[in-house]
């Protein structure tokens, strides 16, 4: 671990762990997603990973988690001496804007020169040193300039299910956005990947606290409006009930759409970072280790025959005999056990909404 | 259940629960056998279902189990309300002959006049008024008789994996036994099958004490020579310091070499019982009920999809969402989950000997 007397005390991060993670049924359900399952086989989760993954990026006093309340209990759970005061819960969903408004008027409150980092709790990040080096770079941009950061992935294949960042190329390392691109079909995702200008957009975001908030008064002003109502309530005994009764009025909608594609002033870092969204059993497939037979697998052991490509994930202390499959996702959880050819993974979503119809909540 | 006051108070059940099952890996263990697990899904092990089928045919204080040491607690624990006393106990593995010959003269001390059926405790029967009438008749031909009987099964395909009786045709029920015959050749078990006059032996044997003490003291002289040895000490407080010393000292041979095999007393009681010694995962997918593409499953529910003839067995209260497969057996246990090619379960022995040899006995 860092030295973390280096820290700037300005330093602040976000973990964003509300999400529910549907497509990694029936590992990750409603009650207990994805975020907050070792589904690396690790040991830990990977909120625990991202925590730990940000100790070396400022004090633990400094590391929020925003979360729906009803997932709190788990984040106490997991991350060992964590305050309740570092745990803001979203008393409803209303995708990630709201929240990330919300937290910046709790801490401008605290700390008015904040720089604040926003960041999902359930990516994978396996060069971790190259990623602090290009967050601790865009800490200090963003403590220098009224700039709304974005880190950019260097693209490794024309991926058709990420948003894009067109950047203007530059010789300095933090380069200004031009535009931010939808999902592209494969043409497109081809040019992209080609052009060396484009960037797949992780949803990691650098800004200082005011730059944030101008951010919002300008793009998105009802949303503001209603948390500065609040702003003698933040971080005293009456921020609940004013959370309580105004969060809930808020627009549905994401931060992208929200402010960062509205903005003139958002700039990119591109890096790679050995990233991954982990948004699918076959993205995980994809950066965990594999055998020589392409097999990946998590818990005990694995005694595999005749099988290929195959990605199973077992309990902590279970083992697996397995002969003559190739190409499956083999997820073997408390309640369920699945085996479904991996290149049909996108039906996987139906399929547990549909089990979860015929045999209750307590599946989902 | 039968009204117990036409039960003939001679008639005795040993039920014969020492098997350690490895077939049946991983469900069944050296520690957790093959008895006393719920293998069909119907919410009893076939220890239970084994004891209920015989409280039909006698008195509950007059069935007694045979079993290794080790599992006295797990019998316990399945059938209420058993005396200990009903539990006997093998010091160590002799094979069928010894156990029979110890209970034999046991329970020859307390009932001189008794009939007795010796039963497996892991056999199906689907059949089950008509197996007890046939015990009954065989248990009334037994008083009557100084006859060794043994349950013939109609054969119903000409299995190479099963020990044949050739019995003399009558017009009787109970025929006279010609010759025993080791498991055959495929050729042959197609002879004995277009013969008619042919049974698979299930090791289901009846007959009257005096019948089986004279058969052991005939055919299988040194041990029926150790057990005499006992006979004041048996149903007392010595019995189990005479056991410890001389059980040990008999021969490990099974019931059918000792003493079926040499005597010419032996009669057979041909029936259609819907018999299964479920010896493997095939047999027991084969009496399993399936669905309508040959799927068999226990556990609270499958989702199955393009998957035949597959064989699924899971905890009670777990589901499984399966695509894509045929002809596996798919079989989730507590420490191991094994997917396998149901034609090659011949395998499944060595693969769970090497699996024990790697990673240790907590999966034997």
Known sequence: MSDQTEFNKDNYVLIMAGGVGSRFWPKSRNSFPKQFIDILGTGKSLLQLTYERFLKVCLPENIYFLTNESYIGLIVEQIAGV????????PCRRNTAPCVAYAAFKIAALNPNANIVVAPSDHLILKEDVFVGSIKEALVFASENDALLTLGIKPTRPDTGYGYIKYIPSSMEIKKVEQFLEKPNLDKAQQFLASGDYVWNAGIFIWNVQAVLNA???SSPSIFAIFEKGKDQYNTVEELDFIAEHYPLCEDISIDYAIM????????TPG???WSDLGTWASLHEVMDKDSEGNSFSGKSVVLTETKNCLVQLPREKIAVIKGLSNFIIVDDEKVLMIYPKNLEQEIKKVSAEVVEKLGEHYQ
């Open 83 to 90: 305050s309740v005061n570092n745990i803001i819960g979203e």
């Open 216 to 218: 919002f008064k300008q």
């Open 261 to 268: 594609e509205k903005a003139d002033n958002v700039f990119t």
């Open 272 to 274: 790679d970072f050995g």
